[in-house]
Nanobody, 125 residues
Framework: QLQLVESGGGLVQPGGSLRLSCAGSGFTLDVYAIAWFRQAPGKEREAVSCVGITGSYKQYADSVKGRFTISRDNDNMVSLQMNSLKPEDTAIYYC???????????????????WGQGTQVTVSS
């Protein structure tokens, strides 16, 4: 079964940093555009950042520009480095692979796999 596995979340104080990781199970990520999404309690899921297949295309939501960095670490790992975290960054973070290999802005439109369990990020003092 194809699935994505997110890790790296946790509790951090405002201004702190976390690094999230996304890995494929049953497939590798190197031929897909990969995006990070997040969903806060009571809110809709929103796109955070997307990286293209080669790694040269990167897009970010306005709310995270200058603070978050998406990167391809190897053929089967995409990371999201989150710095200067704010309480409003608190959410469950999910990664997704685009079936057609394309980013659409900071997200994707055609997920290859079902949504996973995500990883919880809590920013609080």
């Amino acid at each position: 079964q194809l699935q994505l596995v997110e890790s790296g979340g946790g509790l951090v104080q405002p201004g702190g940093s976390l690094r999230l990781s996304c890995a494929g199970s049953g497939f590798t990520l190197d031929v897909y555009a990969i995006a990070w999404f997040r969903q806060a309690p009571g809110k809709e899921r929103e796109a955070v950042s997307c990286v293209g297949i080669t790694g040269s295309y990167k897009q970010y939501a306005d709310s995270v520009k200058g603070r978050f960095t998406i990167s391809r670490d190897n053929d089967n790992m995409v990371s999201l480095q989150m710095n200067s975290l704010k309480p409003e960054d608190t959410a469950i973070y999910y990664c997704a692979a685009d079936k057609w290999g394309r980013c659409t802005g900071p997200g994707i439109t055609t997920p290859l796999t079902p949504w996973g369990q995500g990883t919880q990020v809590t920013v609080s003092s």
